[in-house]
């Protein structure tokens, strides 16, 4: 069991283990108050752990209610927002009141951004269920929806009042959705810390890992929920050195859009990192190891290093970016893995930057190498 303690603006614990959705009704009762709570999960998740999350929201004294919406990325919209604020209404909540966020990190960005606005802002709970939940979305407190125009254009931040990692729920995901949280991971390695990057590279994170060793999993995720808090603490509101987080996403979320949100979130920014550190390469900002590293890593986690789109596709999508400023964009170059820096760029060079790290990709294998193994849930039903 790891406890972190995210000291921002408004503080709060992040606890990680296993037999915590038992143990969420008291937990979030320490941490957020109420009496009322509703649990927002989507259509996969919600069959598999609402009940246990409302049982012990219910023997914590807390009145619950369930909405469940229709999962994957395609549902991250303004509709699923309004249908979650009308529910809660409903249900009457009122201002001491807690929403908890059941699921990966489309439920906890929509859900939210729900919390963020309804009544001008409510305590929520964040229950991370997916590999990239439990390492990336649920700490920070980024909240979002995707507009026609892009990935996230309309959000807010705000910070949950606790999350709760039961790393049990990792059991019930398939092989492809564990390897897209994966992509985060590799992308937490490459901007600051090389012995994590250098760790996956002896022991990969995949679905054998996960049954011979959940503590070993367990402390990877602790890692990164460290290298998380560090960012957030320092930049809250992603003035500056926030920006390192977005690495490999400029290019990432444009080739999620061009994807139409069908290739996830993880695997999008593990291409994004591939070019970007291709094209640092050819401009000898870094040497060729680092994109042969990061792509070497990326196929071991079962997902794939070459896109379909074209640089000038990828540029046209990235203009919706919001590091761009004009006729600028800031990007996250690798020096090194384990080290990176935000540089301004202006759009042509950027284009051109692109240009580059496609072209050198040209040669990259489609698919992955190591497959993972199959693309089925380890247990099919939770495993309690
Ligand atoms: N707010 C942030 O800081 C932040 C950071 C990284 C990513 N994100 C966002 O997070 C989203 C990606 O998160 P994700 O990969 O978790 O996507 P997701 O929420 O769509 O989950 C992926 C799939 O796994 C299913 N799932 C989740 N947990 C499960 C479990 N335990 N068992 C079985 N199925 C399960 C979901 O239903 C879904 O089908 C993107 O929208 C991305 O933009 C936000
Ligand atoms: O927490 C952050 O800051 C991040 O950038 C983490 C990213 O992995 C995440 O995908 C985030 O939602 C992207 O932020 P955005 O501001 O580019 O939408
Ligand atoms: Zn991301």
């Known amino acids: ?40 999960t989507d259509t996969n998740v919600g069959p598999l752990y609402a009940h246990i999350v409302t049982k012990s929201l219910a023997e914590a004294g807390y009145t619950t209610c369930v909405h469940m919406f229709e999962a994957g990325e395609e549902h991250k919209r303004a509709d699923a927002l309004i249908e979650i604020l009308e529910f809660i209404a409903e249900n009457e909540l009122g201002r001491k009141d807690v929403v908890v966020a059941l699921g990966g990190g489309v439920v906890g960005d929509v859900a939210g951004f729900a919390a963020a606005t309804y009544m001008r802002g409510i305590r929520f709970a964040q229950i991370p269920t997916s590999l990239l939940a439990m390492v990336d979305s649920s700490v920070g407190g980024k909240t979002a929806i995707d507009l026609a125009a892009g990935k996230n254009l309309a959000g807010a931040f705000w910070q949950p009042s606790i999350v709760i990692a039961d790393v049990g729920c990792l059991g019930t995901l398939t092989a492809e959705q564990l390897s897209d949280g994966c992509g985060e991971i590799i992308k937490h390695g490459v901007i600051c810390d090389a012995a994590l990057f250098c760790q996956l590279e002896q022991t990969p994170l995949t679905q054998e890992l996960l049954t011979q060793n959940l503590g070993l999993v367990a402390a990877i995720i602790a890692r990164n929920i460290e290298i998380k808090r560090d960012v957030v603490v320092a930049d809250e509101r992603e003035s500056g050195l926030r920006k390192l987080l977005n690495f490999g996403h400029s290019a990432g979320h444009a080739i999620e859009a061009l994807e139409a949100y069908q290739l996830g979130h993880g695997n999008c920014v593990a291409l994004g990192m591939g070019i970007i550190a291709r094209a640092a390469a050819v401009r000898g900002v870094c040497d060729e190891t680092v994109p042969q590293r990061i792509e070497d890593l990326v196929r071991r986690h079962g997902l794939a290093t070459s896109c379909r789109w074209d640089a000038e596709q990828i540029f046209s999508e990235a203009l919706h970016d919001k590091k761009r400023q004009g006729y600028s964009i800031d990007v996250v170059l690798p020096h090194e893995i384990g080290s990176c820096s935000i540089e301004t760029m202006d759009l042509q060079e950027f284009r051109d930057f692109l240009y580059d790290g496609l072209s050198s990709a040209a040669n990259a294998p489609a698919v992955p190498d190591e497959a993972p193994a199959d693309n089925d849930s380890i247990g099919g039903e939770a495993s309690r």
Request: proline residues 2%; charged residues 20%.
């Open 1 to 40: 069991m790891y406890t972190i303690d995210i000291n921002c603006s408004s503080p709060y614990r992040v606890h990680i283990g296993t037999m915590l959705l038992e143990q969420s009704g008291e937990l979030i009762r320490d941490a957020c108050k109420g009496s009322r709570a509703a649990v927002i």
